[in-house]
């Protein structure tokens, strides 16, 4: 991947786009097509689009205090995210278990 962009890739359905400025990777999912789970509107507590981050976790926001609450209260692996808060900011390639 070119370490100067924000492509998000969708492993394995070989989905991917650049992500625009500020844009989470639930956006990126919504603008590819890319079928993620979302009940809450994107405010980060419904916890139904969880990505892993199979490469580029240093490519995404910090968790946000909202991603880290619902993360423990699920028992989120580290390599977890929340879609609707992890803003790109480089590349990075996220699968789920349902692809």
Known sequence: MNTQSRIVNFS??????????????????RRTGAPLGNACGAVGICARCVVRVLDGAESLSPPTAIETRVAARNKLDPAERLACQAVVM??????????
Request: charged share 25%.
């Open 12 to 29: 394995p359905l070989g989905l991917e786009a650049e992500a625009k400025a500020d844009e989470t990777v639930l956006d990126v999912a």
């Open 90 to 99: 480089g590349p990075c390639r996220v699968t789920t278990g349902y692809w």
